[in-house]
């Protein structure tokens, strides 16, 4: 083991704490049949780990892939941080080979939170200005979390005020069972709407008596009262 990994694992289970984990098991559902079924959490809390990513800033592309393979669920969010900001300072190519890297892995970014803090950065930072393709990959894949990651990455489209392809991706993903994509989109909607809530609001007209009720009430969350019930009671 590196000397850089051993001290990240060092300070890691330094920052463990017993009830912390306990609580994040039942947050981030670990339980049997449940979607983080089997995920491992020590109990080290986010702002720690941000710490310890900035700390660790120049840690080695080969240790970073090592701690995203692990079954420590704070390990595989450390690695995400420590990627984002290889990304974030990397050339083109450098920017390349972690898109890469990470799409290769992504059946360890698999909780809502390693998707949701790290697709917008690395997946749709770096398709931004290149084919949206892989993004609709994506959005087919039989695997939740990256149908997750096709919706999310698109947050860095939106925060440019290009909407497009979230919507085209909203609308794959009307049909989806899952809950935690139907929260994802009906989040990104609501991004969306708070940039320009006419391009929202058309794309809901026609869409909102058949989408799933919890993306429709995240969507609308921000919506005044009076258009929030008129659209929960179909009457839009």
């Known amino acids: 083991m590196s000397k850089s990994l051993e001290d990240i694992q ?14 994040h098991q039942r947050f981030f ?37 090592k701690l995203l393979c692990s079954p420590i669920h704070e390990e595989r969010l450390l690695s995400l941080f ?22 290769r892995n992504t059946k360890f ?5 390693l998707v949701d803090s790290s ?7 770096f398709v931004f200005d290149k084919s949206k393709k892989p993004l609709y990959d994506l959005a087919k894949s ?4 990256e149908r997750r990651i096709s919706i ?16 085209k991706i909203a609308k794959i993903l009307l049909s989806d069972t899952e809950d935690l994509i139907h929260k994802a989109v009906g989040w990104m909607l609501r991004e969306v ?23 429709l009430r995240y969507a609308i969350e921000k919506f005044p009262q009076s258009k929030r019930q008129r659209y929960l009671k179909g009457k839009i």
């Open 152 to 167: 999310i990455s698109t947050f860095y489209f939106i925060k440019h005020n290009q909407f497009s392809e979230t919507l």
């Open 109 to 113: 970014i698999n909780n809502w939170d």
């Open 193 to 215: 709407g708070k940039r320009d809530i006419s391009i929202e609001e058309n794309f809901l007209k026609p869409h909102y008596k058949n989408m799933p009720r919890t993306m």
């Open 29 to 65: 559902k670990t339980g049997p049949g449940e979607y983080g079924e089997g995920d491992v959490f020590i109990g080290v809390t986010v702002p720690e780990l941000r710490k310890l990513a900035k700390k660790f800033k120049t840690t080695r592309s080969v240790e970073i892939k």
């Open 82 to 103: 420590l990627l984002i900001h290889r990304y974030s300072n990397g050339d083109e190519s450098e920017k390349k080979r972690i898109y890469e890297l990470y799409l």
């Open 119 to 125: 697709a917008g950065h690395i997946v749709g930072a």
């Open 142 to 145: 039989e695997n939740l979390w």
């Open 10 to 23: 060092k300070r890691l289970k330094h920052l463990a704490n017993k009830e912390k984990a306990k609580i």
